[in-house]
């Protein structure tokens, strides 16, 4: 014999989870396009500069939403690579190679951060 059995409130708990997911995607949509345009800045402060036309080419960029926000952050100029990978190269004081990967690595914890204040945000 078949049983059916009805609790109440539980579409109550779906409708609320829904709009939590709802809340917490846009956190970190938003955390994660802050945490793009602050690895831009970082990585400007140390990117080579010749004529400046690298340095201008730099953007941040996103696509989706919610919690399937990407962003994308480089630089458009088609020598940038070239730069960026070129660790034999001489640049002035405080510029260097590795200019997007490097500030990447060392400012990790601050980029989490930057992701986790945001998504925790209401």
């Known amino acids: ?8 409130g539980v579409n109550e708990i779906l409708k609320n989870l ?3 997911e709802i809340l917490v995607g846009k956190g970190v949509s ?6 793009g345009l602050f690895l831009q ?3 400007q402060k140390v990117v080579p500069i010749d004529t400046g036309t ?5 953007y941040t960029r996103h696509v989706g939403e919610g919690i399937k926000t990407i962003v ?11 730069v960026h990978e070129n660790l034999k190269a001489q640049h002035k004081e405080g510029k260097q190679a590795k200019y997007l990967e490097d ?3 060392k400012k990790r914890n601050e980029i989490l951060a930057i992701i ?3 998504a925790s945000k209401p």
């Open 1 to 8: 014999m078949a049983m059916t059995t009805h609790i109440a």
């Open 18 to 20: 829904k709009a939590s």
């Open 30 to 35: 938003r955390g994660l396009k802050k945490a």
């Open 41 to 43: 800045r970082e990585s």
């Open 54 to 58: 690298l340095k201008n080419s730099a």
């Open 72 to 82: 994308m952050i480089g630089y458009t100029t088609a020598y940038g690579i070239f």
């Open 103 to 105: 500030p990447m690595k």
């Open 116 to 118: 986790k204040h945001e």
